[in-house]
């Protein structure tokens, strides 16, 4: 019962939803953005559960004294005053001045960047540990490398107009034609997935092993 | 020459680290330019969309994005709402990231101080609504229905430059600045496909090819990608900022980048094993 | 018969005349250039929108004012349109309500009007028929996996190539094992109802089991509490399946946060901290891909990465051991499962695939000989 009710909610609502996708009409289509709401719903009722799972384990983390246990506390601290500040703030929290919005300034706003700015370090890394030359294959994309990354910035073009030229033509005719070619096969893939999971061929993601298992 | 190898293949990665942080750093605090920022087609295909836009046009600002991207989006966000007051078209800003409605509201506010434009009269900010691609469809039946209020909590209804915007059939045109998802593409499916209103977007630089068809097909009218693009962007429209300065950081890093690529290489080409013979 | 006399060309008198006089008032009492206004029901919509189309000939209004009566009533105005346009679709009608439609010039000038449009009803569509393209390769699909479920019932097997990654799942938790290191496992960035997690939470079961049966350590941080709520029903029940309920642990699937960067640096502190021996990075990843994958490289750990997200997978490919790139990653659990049905619909996408190659190759071909049919059959609208 535990796995066979799931099972028949994906059948019938992943067949309603692919019945809606071709049939315009209200007496579907109405039905189908009242689902696509309750999902929303459903999906925001689950922070509540998501919020408690890490207090749950963070409190416990802290109170057992467990490796790095400060950052614990910093982390609950964080949360709940954030929400405190942002719930007594009510419709003005968006407001320049408010307390809200020096947390987002002061902390959010830099600490998101740094972390995004990371990248530009572990590309020059990896680039230096991972980028083996060992083909003729790599050899090719390590050229299409140089010429683009030159080819993006003014740098290629103060060198010559053809770098940013021939940049252009490998981002739109070769680099599309792969991509392309990528993106139809991952599209039949999720055709397949998604059919084998409302068919219920594939169980595994309600939490039901059953046939082929490992 | 192999210790020389050897302890290249060994380098502690903080090496590399601080290289490049320097060579980042150096251009933006010494002021030195490496090359001029030459626009792309694809930057002026952006620019020449909103230059054709009569004056008085409404369009709808996507700022779809957060702090995390503020380096790649922000530039050409602030350079977006910069052309479109300097032309005196009215801008009504929404955001699917909750998190970049704070980024949208400094810059409405920062460049509607520039040209004395007013909020509510010349520009608004309905803020941030949850549910990605349902709001685009529900904004295609109702915007005031999907945005009762604005992002202050003022009620659409009183906020003259919502006068007369009922859906998609109002809006001129949309300037999507997009992190990813959601963003660009979901604006192209759910709303161009259905609604045929032209549109642009800012994107950042590593997902930039993948609207390379949406472009060729006549979707967007025109792309800006990454901080590359902001540069360009900021060039036509006459004021080079944020972006601008960064161009010459970026020349460098990427010199590095492909430098160390070759010097990847070179530390390994020692370990290959030597012919029989 | 009525005593009526021919004219000297042969031509009927009285008719003449009359024709005469009707021309006069045809050019008197019509406006100079009236012009036709074509209202029909937008096809392929669920109703409620009527579209117009003219082409108004001679002059032409600087801007017309569209307006709208239903039928017996008067008219009101709708919108203004711009003189140099020809069609526009009125979103507010309400289906099954007949409406007539005029437009009026701007500024008026009556001989610039066009004629009131005959009564137009919309009407939902029952079959969107833009989309008959997706139907038949769906239909087609469909066809192809139930006849090769039947065979697989049947007892036909196929082979397929070898996906390196896969094969690498046992040996990288094994590995893990052997050193006393966990797993740590990244669900990608998504919600719940995006494939790829769908498709990472199917991968999860496998490596579940196998942690549970090698008592290994499992982590699963997640990203979205949708995604945690399913997770830890998965590892849970994954644990029960192989007869390890007793090792399982609340703590080993955790909800993070839902911000990118933060989860980023969390799962990177975690990395750091726990120093798995094995992590599997099967999801949906933006910007945060080589973030994870480089920090994972520096604690040693081996990685499999896996995702559909084509701006990613250069990174994952450079700084990972072993990649699963686009339908690599969705045919993992059907591989791994080793189960008949489920290899019959790898088996049905991959004939798919080949149809649409000769789709492409053909219809290229005769776009180069002038024949679009075919192109724009598989055009999307």
Known sequence: MKRTVPFFITLLSGLFCLVAFFVPHPWIHDSYGAVQTWAIVVVGCTYVLGVANLLRINVRQAQRREGDW??????????????????????????VTSRFQWIYRTFYSPMTSTMFALLAFFIASAAFRAFRIRSPEAMLLAIAAFILMLGRVPLGNAISHYIPDAADWLMEIPQNAAKRGILIGAALGVMATGIRVILGLEKAYGGGGGEGGT | MSDFLAGLRALDRRWIFLAVGLLVIAPLLFGFHIAPVVPSHRAKG????????PEGSTVLLAGDYDPGTRAENYPMHLAAVRQLMRRNIKIIGVELYPAGVPLADDVLRIVGAEFGKKLGVDYVNLGYKVGNELVMSSMGTSIPKT???????????QIPVMRGIEN????????????????????????????????????????????????QAGQLQGLLGGMAGA?????????????????DAQSLAHVFIAFMIVLGNVAFLGLRKPAKG | ??????????????????????????LFALPASAFPLKASDTPNDGGGSITLEWTASGPVAKEWILVRRERGGTFAPVTTIEGTVHSFRDGAVQTGVTYEYQLVAQPTNPQLDSEISAPTQAVASKFDWTKLNVLVVSGIFFLLLFFYIWQAQSGVRWTFRKIPGLDAIEEAIGRATEMGRGVLYVPGVQEIDDIQTIASMILLTKVARMTAKYETNLLVPTNSPGVYTVAEEVVKSAYADVGRADAYRSDQVRYITSEQFAYVAAVNGMMLRERPAANFLLGAFFAESLLLAETGHSVGAIQIAGTA???????????????????????ASALLSNDARLLGSLKASDTVK??????????????????SWLADFFSTQ
Request: hydrophobic share 50%.
């Open chain 2, 46 to 53: 952006f620019y020449d969309a909103i230059e054709r836009l």
């Open chain 3, 309 to 331: 997200n084509v701006h990613q997978m250069p990174f994952f490919v450079v700084a990972c051991d072993y990649t699963l790139i686009g339908e690599e990653y969705y045919a």
């Open chain 3, 354 to 371: 080949i149809f649409l190659i000769v789709v492409i190759v053909v219809g290229s071909l005769l776009l180069t000989f002038g024949q």
């Open chain 2, 168 to 215: 998609f059939q109002q809006i001129d045109m949309i300037v999507s600045i997009s992190a990813g998802y959601p963003g660009t593409k979901e604006w192209v499916q759910q709303v161009v496909s259905r609604f045929h209103v032209p549109m642009v977007a800012g994107v950042t630089a590593v997902s930039a090819p993948e609207y390379y068809p949406y472009l």
């Open chain 2, 231 to 247: 540069a360009e962007y900021e060039v036509l429209v006459g004021k080079p900022a944020l972006a601008t300065r960064g161009m």
């Open chain 3, 1 to 26: 018969m009525l005593g009526v006399e021919r004219g000297r060309a042969g031509v009927h008198l009285p008719a003449a005349v009359s024709f005469a006089i009707c021309l006069c008032s045809l």
């Open chain 2, 147 to 157: 945005f009762p209020v604005d992002s202050r909590g003022v009620p659409v209804s």
């Open chain 1, 70 to 95: 400060i950052y614990k506390i910093v982390l609950i601290l964080g949360l709940l005053v954030t929400m405190a500040v942002g719930f007594s703030e009510g419709n003005h929290y968006s407001d």
